[in-house]
Nanobody, 125 residues
Framework: EVQLVESGGGLVQAGGSLRLSCAAS????????IGWFRQAPGMMRVGVSR????????KYLDSVKGRFTISSDTAKNTVYLQMNSLKPEDTAVYYC??????????????????WGQGTQVTVSS
C-alpha cells in the first residue's frame, strides 16, 4: 500500500523557517517523482516544488525560488522541503504527492497519483 506521511508544519513568524518531511512507503522510491503542493482556504491546489528521484531534477514555483529547497534522502525514502524567509502568503495546507515517472513531471496536481494527508503551515505577520 502506497503511503505518504507529511510532518513538520506549524506556526512561524514571517521571515522564519520550517522543514517539511514526506515519508514514503509501499513503492519503489527511486522510480517516483515527489511533489509538494499547497492549498489555502478557498484557493486551488498549487504545485510548489518537485524532485524526480530517478535523476534528481528539481522544479520550483517562481514565487518560492531562492527561498524553498527540495531534497530527497533515498536511504530514508523521505523528501524534504526546506522553507526559509517565509511570508504570510505561504500559509496553506501543504501536501506531498507521488507519481511513478521516468521523466520529470510538472507541478500540475493532476499528474500525481498518490497523496498524503497534508500538514498545516501558518505564517504570521
Amino acid at each position: 500500500e502506497v503511503q505518504l506521511v507529511e510532518s513538520g508544519g506549524g506556526l512561524v513568524q514571517a521571515g522564519g523557517s520550517l522543514r517539511l518531511s514526506c515519508a514514503a512507503s509501499g513503492f519503489s522510491f527511486d522510480d517516483y517523482a515527489i511533489g509538494w503542493f499547497r492549498q489555502a482556504p478557498g484557493m486551488m491546489r498549487v504545485g510548489v516544488s518537485r524532485i524526480s528521484n530517478h535523476d534528481g531534477n528539481k522544479k520550483y514555483l517562481d514565487s518560492v525560488k531562492g527561498r524553498f529547497t527540495i531534497s530527497s534522502d533515498t536511504a530514508k525514502n523521505t523528501v524534504y522541503l526546506q522553507m526559509n524567509s517565509l511570508k504570510p502568503e505561504d500559509t496553506a495546507v501543504y501536501y506531498c504527492a507521488a507519481v511513478r515517472a521516468g521523466w520529470s513531471p510538472g507541478l500540475n496536481h493532476l499528474e500525481y497519483d498518490y497523496w498524503g494527508q497534508g500538514t498545516q503551515v501558518t505564517v504570521s505577520s
